[in-house]
């Protein structure tokens, strides 16, 4: 066996070397099988340095047989190179989809028959027809003549290359300035064994006899490497898109399947605190294992899922992210990765709470006055009534006789009394209002009883200021109605009772009659001094008073016509007011005509059978 | 049931002795009582002929002497009249009592209302 009988020459320490070289890449490659196109670029430094070793050992062979065995040796990686090389740039350019095992199977097609015709070329010459040595160069080189096949194979090799050429060619005209020295290298690193090949094949090598062709291969597979490794080749083609990712406030990452960094942009980095090239190929378990409830969402998702976290800065401060997980699917439909996006919305949260708590604050605030409002009422009515009470007995002698003058102080003690009362009941139920707890209880009501109900009340009042006060019933008016008599009343006696307190002479008049056929209204009109259109407006808002002196001197909080007008509302009904100075005021309040009426009429109507036409 | 006996269930003591004042004019004899329990071992044994009724009373509350009241055939029939500061939680007993009074209560309307209850107690003063 002669291929193991050879002997160290000078001229192989090149190719040794770059051997060595190429499986070194070929392993360094191979570890990072992660990046796109390193697995191809692996593969090729491989096969290169087959064909760099087999030639080596072709040198230093001393007999012809030994070089004939590394020779053929060599065609292992000579007939691959120019696949590998291929598919790289294919991947490079972003024909991924192109690349696919039934093709690169074909691709291997007349590489593998070149295999098998140079291992079984003694017998038919179809790859070498004649092998000697050559004595004449610097050491004894083998010299072959090719046969048939030979050419083929070296037509297919070459336009492989070619193609390969002509593709990266095409990227260096498309791709932006920034880019473009770095692709022009590319294509003189593809250019290179091309040309060495050529200079070979045509006898043009300052060394007799020595092929260059495998050493210009290594040269470019570490030129590939080195771009892949440093530049993210792959990544050429969006480079709009890799830079606005890149300089994007939001946090960007990549993971591949195996939880694998694979691309990672700025502030990802300032988040997670690793600079890119720490982080690039290191596992998310690793660099996230502070964040495992990130981890825990990134690892279960297979659809688009939007999440919210909070996660520690440097500083130990909380900071809230928005985190958008996209898996990525190969084209196979395979999961291949997931795209992890996160922004920072932690500003956006503060304001949330800070509004949130403002709120709060206020709603707690409201609703405490509305407490403070019921209970004081309430804590207040027992001693008042006390009060009255005690006045009243003593008025009427029951703790012993009176004398006239102090029966006119305790009448103003139970005036002022009734006064306290009033604003005690307002200030309730403007409580009761703002709380959302007045319910009404609708019930049939006679209405002449109302009214008279009413009359008996404020006559009182009328006639102690010599005002007539007289009430009306239109004969329209159903006898009975549906409504909450109560706070009817309690409507009527207010805006009655106000009509009263302002009105100095003349009359007040209250009238209910129906200004359409389904509604009721109440009207409720005086000859007092009239309330400005400016001041209408405001009449019925809460603690609002026409005069400060004339409602001090009446009593109430002011509430009575904000609470007349809640309770108007809460009825379906509405209220308004036309008033002119000088010309007195009228208070219209209109209801829908309630539907006790409607369902006596819906019930007829349902009875009566339906007519037939004739 | 004792003619012309009324019951004053309240826990505070003006308004106990003013409603007192007046129910003696209208010549009924009065029994105070100040908390709920009270008033519910005193309704076991005694049935007075009005009782003015406090809701908001220590133990046990005004609204459940009402129901037991209502529910006992014995006292069934006698004239509760509701006297409380508690607007809103007083609406629901209307068709239980005979009457309800809002504090503060006059003595005027006190009167009135007692009276018709009992025409027949004829006020004196």
């Known amino acids: ?614 | 049931m004792t003619q012309n006996l009324a019951l004053i269930v309240e826990d505070d003591p003006d308004l106990i002795e003013i409603f007192s004042r007046i129910l003696k004019m209208l010549k009924f004899s009065v029994e105070k009582i100040s908390s709920g329990s009270e008033a519910v071992a005193y309704l076991a044994h005694a049935e007075p002929a009005l009782i003015l009724l406090d809701l908001n009373l220590p133990e046990v509350s005004g609204r459940d002497i009402l129901y037991k009241i209502r529910l006992d055939e014995r006292l069934k029939h006698i004239k509760v009249l509701l006297v409380t500061a508690d607007i809103v939680n007083v609406r629901p007993l209307s068709q239980m009592a005979d009457g309800i009074l809002i504090k503060p209560i006059g003595v005027q309307e006190l009167r009135q209302t007692i009276n018709e209850l009992f025409p027949t107690n004829q006020d004196s003063a």
């Open chain 1, 1 to 614: 066996m002669n291929f193991i009988n050879w002997m160290y020459l000078p001229y192989m320490l090149p190719f040794l070397v770059a051997g060595i070289f190429a499986l070194i890449l070929a392993l360094y490659a191979w570890r990072r099988r992660f990046l796109a196109g390193a697995v191809t670029l692996s593969v090729m430094a491989l096969v290169v340095s087959v064909w760099v070793l087999g030639y080596a050992f072709e040198i230093g062979s001393i007999e012809l047989s030994g070089k004939v065995f590394w020779g053929k040796v060599q065609y292992l990686g000579i007939v691959a190179a120019p696949v590998t090389w291929l598919i790289f740039i294919l991947q490079f350019r972003g024909y991924t989809r192109w690349v696919t095992w039934p093709r690169i199977l074909a691709m291997c097609v007349i590489p593998a028959i070149t295999v098998l015709l140079v291992w079984t070329t003694a017998r038919h010459g179809l790859m070498w027809q004649q092998v000697s040595l050559d004595p004449t160069g610097p050491f004894p080189a083998l010299t072959v003549e090719y046969g048939g096949w030979f050419w083929v194979h070296w037509a297919y090799s070459t336009l492989l290359v070619m193609l390969g050429i002509v593709l990266m060619i095409d990227l260096l005209l498309r791709s932006v300035h920034i880019y473009r020295w770095q692709a022009g290298l590319l294509v003189a690193a593809a250019f290179a064994p091309w040309l060495a090949n050529a200079v070979y094949i045509f006898g043009l090598v300052p060394i007799p006899n020595l092929d260059l062709t495998p050493l210009a291969f290594v040269f470019t597979g570490a030129v590939f490497t080195w771009s892949l490794l440093h530049f993210r080749l792959l990544d050429l083609k969006p480079v709009a898109r890799r830079t606005m990712v890149d300089v994007m406030s939001d946090g960007v990452f990549v993971l591949d399947t195996a939880g694998r960094i694979i691309d990672i942009n700025r502030a990802a980095q300032k988040i997670i605190g690793l600079d890119e090239s720490d982080a690039v190929g290191r596992t998310g378990t690793g660099v996230l294992s502070q964040w495992p409830q990130l981890l825990a969402h990134v690892r279960k998702t297979v659809d688009n899922e939007s999440i919210e976290i909070a996660l520690p800065d440097s500083a130990g401060n909380t900071r809230h992210y928005d985190v958008r997980i996209t898996p990525l699917f190969n084209n196979g439909g395979e999961l291949s990765g997931r795209i992890v996006a996160m922004r920072d919305i932690s500003d956006r949260k503060q304001m949330e709470m800070a509004l949130s708590e403002a709120r709060d604050a206020v709603v707690q605030a409201s609703r405490f006055k509305s407490e403070l409002l019921a209970r004081v009422s309430h804590e207040l009515r027992t001693p008042i009534g006390a009060i009255l009470g005690y006045v009243e007995l003593l008025q009427i002698g029951a703790y012993g006789p009176v004398v006239a003058d102090q029966v006119d102080v305790m009448n103003k003690v139970i005036e002022n009394t009734g006064y306290l009362t009033q604003l005690v009941n307002e200030l309730l139920e403007q409580s009761q209002f703002d709380e959302g707890k007045i319910r009404l209880n609708p019930q049939p009501f006679v209405v002449a009883d109302l009214v008279s109900r009413v009359q008996a009340k404020m006559s009182v009042l009328a006639q102690a200021k010599n005002l007539e006060f007289s009430t009306q019933i239109s004969p329209d008016v159903p006898t009975e109605m549906v409504g909450d008599e109560i706070r009817l009343q309690q409507i009527l006696i207010n805006l009655v009772n106000n009509a009263i307190k302002f009105t100095e002479h003349g009359e007040v008049a209250l009238q209910i009659y129906l200004p359409q056929p389904d509604t009721w209204a109440i009207r409720v009109s005086d000859t007092g001094p009239g309330i400005s259109a400016q001041a209408q407006t405001h009449i019925f808002s809460p603690f609002w008073q026409v005069d400060g002196s004339i409602t001090r001197r009446h009593g109430g909080a002011g509430l009575g016509l904000s609470i007349v007008k809640n309770l108007v509302t809460l009825m379906g009904g509405q209220i308004q007011v036309e008033s002119q100075m000088g010309q007195g005021t009228v208070f219209i309040v209109t209801f829908p005509l309630a539907p006790f009426l409607d369902i006596e009429l819906a019930l007829s109507e349902i009875s009566v059978p339906h007519q037939p036409s004739i």
